[in-house]
């Protein structure tokens, strides 16, 4: 049955659920980061994230009490402790001697080692070892148990992440990196776009093909012969290699097709009427560019800032190879990547700092998403 709009109940219904669908495919991973983010260490390895709110179980090893701790009772010689540290709440469902079988005996029950060696393990963690022989050696016995933990958050990951050393200063860094690098190509390829899109000049389609063509570069092909000519320009004029002047010209080259693409679709399809009529009235290509067309143009310069933003803020490779690892040019991915360690062994941090790196870009998102999509569609039914 078709509705006023005259699209069916069915058709309209369909599109809600795409709608919801796409939108809870990209909602979901991002909430099980936030979810990861606060979970304690041994949870995140324990199970997953939609978990978070169940009690989590783990296998773990642990050794029993040396012979300087054994007490004579009843003719039998006696271990007794605990395999749980003060204050934990976790409680033991079962135990065993060998890494084969760590679960062979229920939580409770009194296991026969043999020889008369007994071993009773409780869900709280106690324990009693017993043999009618003296224990000896300095080592304990080692045991293998399963053990529940009930569901536990904390905020340690981020104060690991956001109190520790350099990462105020690396913000800042992003932040000087980041912001001029949006802001650069987007004025170049603004002049570049309108005068691609409305100014007759020899060579024209052959620049338009140039820059399409540069779209399917892949950055790490450019980077080397680009670092080498960056470095034989500052050699010359003697300008120091690792500075912010060469990431930002970095960023703006690799940066700059897709921005005149983008900005050359959305300028192209104007109304050549308004254009014709400012002519008439005597206003020169410059007039028209700032007074006509960028205040028509906002939505798709508000477009490519976000996509720019975010290729930038994210971005660890040009860092890397433009700036250096001092504490004043460091920037957050870096400065995070080296939280983590040579070997990844505080990866537990891993999920915060994601979390934390994306809180800037969801508010740059949210602050322009209005325009986003219609600057990526407006351009595309017409162009010049």
Partial sequence: MAGSSGKSVVGRFGVHLAVLFFVALWTVPTLGILVSSLRDKDQIIASGWWTALTSSTRTEAGRLGTAADQVEKDGRFQIAGNLFEEGESRKITAFGTRSQEPTRYKAGEVADLGDGETLQVNEDGSYVYASPKAFEGERGRR?????????????????????????????LNSLTVTIPATVIPILIAAFAAYALAWMRFPGRALLIAVIIGLLVVPLQMSLIPLLKLYNGVGTFFGVPSKTYLGIWLAHTGFGLPFAIYLLRSYIAGLPREIMESARIDGASDFEIFVKIVLPLSFPVLASFAIFQFLWVWNDLLVAMVFLGTEADQIVLTAKLNALLGSRGGDWEILTTSAFVTIIVPLIVFFSLQRYFVRGLLAGSVKGG
């Fill in 143 to 171: 045991v293998y148990y399963s053990a529940s933990s009930p569901p536990k958050f904390t905020t340690q990951n981020y104060r690991t992440v956001l109190f520790s050393e350099g990462i105020g200063r690396s913000f």
